[in-house]
Nanobody, 114 residues
Framework: QVQLVESGGGLVQPGGSLRVSCAASVSISTFYAMGWYRQAPGKQREFVAAITGGGNTNYADSVKGRFTISRDNTRNTMALQMNSLKVEDTAVYYC????????WGQGTQVTVSS
């Protein structure tokens, strides 16, 4: 059974940085892509960033130049480095594993506030 566990969320001031990570219970190299999504209160879940097995990346316009996604196939982990954080980045961040079907983690809270 596939399990995804996020970690690294927390409270940070505007302009600060935070790194969230995702650990998978299976070999991620067999999946087409991994990604991050987020859901703010009262809003729909939205795409943040994704990375394919070959290392190609894709970002939402709202985070381009500020967020960096990475993956380590040997450790079955993925990370999202978030810099220059804004209040509007506040959300629960979910790890996604995309293959024949999608798998989701339980989410980690990121709060950007002064």
């Amino acid at each position: 059974q596939v399990q995804l566990v996020e970690s690294g969320g927390g409270l940070v001031q505007p302009g600060g940085s935070l790194r969230v990570s995702c650990a998978a219970s299976v070999s991620i190299s067999t999946f087409y892509a991994m990604g991050w999504y987020r859901q703010a209160p009262g809003k729909q879940r939205e795409f943040v960033a994704a990375i394919t097995g070959g290392g190609n990346t894709n970002y939402a316009d709202s985070v381009k130049g500020r967020f960096t996604i990475s993956r380590d196939n040997t450790r079955n982990t993925m990370a999202l480095q978030m810099n220059s954080l804004k209040v509007e980045d506040t959300a629960v961040y979910y790890c996604n594993l995309h293959g024949a079907r999608d798998y989701w983690g339980q989410g980690t809270q990121v709060t950007v506030s002064s």
